[in-house]
């Protein structure tokens, strides 16, 4: 009997290995060149995001600063406003104070001595900080509020008196003149702590 005959085929690694030195130096140049070529790649993309890193990072550390600065602009801005909030209630306080420091005892008691009986006062308005008050007054004739205007200058308790404006109006039963007078309060108005009244 015949002995079968085998054949044997070679592998492709085994084809490579049979193939000629120079081939096979220069397959593994081309293998070494793709493997360098693949690890040039790969190193590129990590310093690529390496540098994105960086990148964030100080766009984020900006980020910090912009809202620091912004947290700081919003405190100073808070406490700017609580200033002027406290100006301004110590504003008020001081025109309360001002307005209750008016000598109005002193002052009413000037204004009914200077007032001639034919002359009406028709309203009184103060500003205690500037220590100024206007009066509006009514009479018969213009000497009678003019009259009227000399007595408050003469006063202790008046300082400046100043004729702002007149009027005489006609038609009605009688004439009527209207006189505004400003004027500030002197050292004469100051109000003794201790005296009663």
């Known amino acids: 009997m015949r002995q079968p005959r085998l054949t044997l085929r070679r592998t492709p690694l085994e084809a490579w290995l049979g193939m000629g030195s120079a081939w096979r130096r220069l397959l593994a140049a081309a293998a070494l060149l793709a493997g360098l070529g ?23 550390e900006s980020l910090r600063a912009e809202a620091q600065a912004n947290t700081t602009r919003s405190q100073r801005q808070r406490s700017a406003e609580a200033e002027r909030g406290a100006a301004m209630k110590a504003e008020a306080t001081s025109a309360i104070v001002a307005r209750l420091n008016i000598p109005w005892p002193r002052l ?9 009986a034919a002359m009406t006062v028709t309203s009184m308005e103060s500003d205690g900080k500037a220590r100024r ?25 008046f300082e400046r008196v100043n004729l702002l404006q007149h009027e005489q109006r006609e038609g009605e039963r009688r004439p009527v003149v209207k006189l505004t007078v400003a004027s500030t309060w002197g050292a004469g108005a100051a109000v003794d702590a201790g005296a009663t009244r």
């Open 108 to 116: 009413l008691e000037a204004l009914e001595r200077s007032a001639p």
């Open 38 to 60: 693949m690890l040039l790649l790969a190193l590129e993309g990590w310093q690529r995001a390496r540098a994105d890193r960086h990148a964030a990072r100080a766009a984020l």
């Open 133 to 157: 008050f206007t009066i509006n007054a009514e009479g018969p004739a213009m000497p009678t509020l003019l009259d009227f205007a000399e007595r408050l200058g003469k006063a202790p308790e």
